[in-house]
């Protein structure tokens, strides 16, 4: 034990020096258990799509009772079938709700007045209480007209849901194209958070700000190679989803390879920030951490966005993880298409656009 204390209080005092150590050993912790305390696990404000084609009283009673279980949000009323499904297969709307003509006419001679409600399927937490939610609706207001009746023959109301695009409720089906985004986001920003950074450990930062380069040539540089890498770690992995786990893609697999190169760009530029940053490598994957774990908790692949606290969602939005779930579940799961995707494929523009920007003026500020 010949030196010990002195050992001890060298390796005591880098670790009090070392900034980053202490924030990733001590505040990561205190921020995820925060995280898991304040995020609300029940579904609540799932957006919901009417299309009311008996417009009476007792119909609006109906639609008003389904929101009151605080579960339900109405987004707007759909003018017919078609609008109703495109609502859901868009992503707008995860519950749809139709009321036949004739609900008022079948109540009022006593007889069962349909009402049909279909969920989306992509999303098992919220489908599932989504259904329990409807099925407690339909109970309570029987149990009503049967205790208010005067007739041993009373009106029924009786509830048709229709899980839509995953009916079995199949995990893999459900997981799986989440985690794509998931699994990108760790594989994508860890690539490029070193890109700078090593030049800068190796000693040949030097050389490349002395080089006729401008910034954003040299960001670009940057982000390419790792690009194409990324690019090809998603073909591997739509490979192992389809024929591994036998998860069926029911929209444009063109679509999805198309669009994946704006993810990917996104996620490239959150690591090429970091990097541009970053003194060490051990401090741009601590940054980079700082970026995943939040990416895992509030995009939606674990938690409702709708759950989350309003500051949460708002942190939300500038994930770029947030807007790829949205696009790999409606492409594979519900069918999308590009003109039903267009809202997070603008957002991952603007994302990619700002943070290149931002690394290419970082990277200008260290050569000047």
Known sequence: MNGFAAV????????????????????????????????????????????????????????????????????????????????????????????????????????????????DGSDSSIASQALNAANGVVLTEDLKRLLAATRTETPAIELHPVMLFNPDMRSANLLIPGLIAILLTFSGTILSAFAIVKERERGTLEQLMVTPVSPLA???????????????????????????????????????????????????????????????????????????????????YIFPISSLPVPLQWLSHILPATYFIQIARGIIIRGASFGDLWRPVVSLIVISVTLIGISARSFEKRTL
């Open 218 to 300: 040299v960001v670009l540089g940057k982000i390419i190679p790792y690009l194409f890498l990324a690019y090809v770690d998603l073909i591997i992995v739509l490979l192992v989803m389809r024929f591994v786990f036998r998860v069926p893609i029911n929209g444009s697999l063109s679509l999805l390879l198309g669009l994946s190169w704006i993810y990917l760009l996104a996620l490239l530029s959150f690591g090429l920030m970091i990097s541009s940053r970053a003194q060490t490598q051990m401090e741009a994957m601590q940054r980079a951490m700082g970026i995943m774990l939040p990416s895992v908790l509030l995009s939606g």
């Open 8 to 119: 001890f209080r060298k390796e005591f005092t880098q670790m009090v020096r070392d900034r980053g150590t202490l924030f990733f050993a001590l505040l990561v912790p205190v921020a995820e258990l925060v995280l898991f305390g304040v995020i609300d696990m029940n579904a609540k404000n799932i957006t919901t799509i009417v299309f009311d084609q008996s417009k009476t009283q007792e119909s609006r009673v109906l639609v008003q009772q389904f929101l009151a279980t605080s579960l339900l949000k109405l987004v707007r009323q759909a003018q017919s079938h078609d609008d109703l499904r495109h609502a859901i297969v868009a992503g707008e709307a995860q519950v749809a709700i139709e009321i036949p003509p004739d609900y008022a006419r079948d109540l009022a001679s006593r007889r069962h007045a349909n009402v049909l409600i279909a969920i």
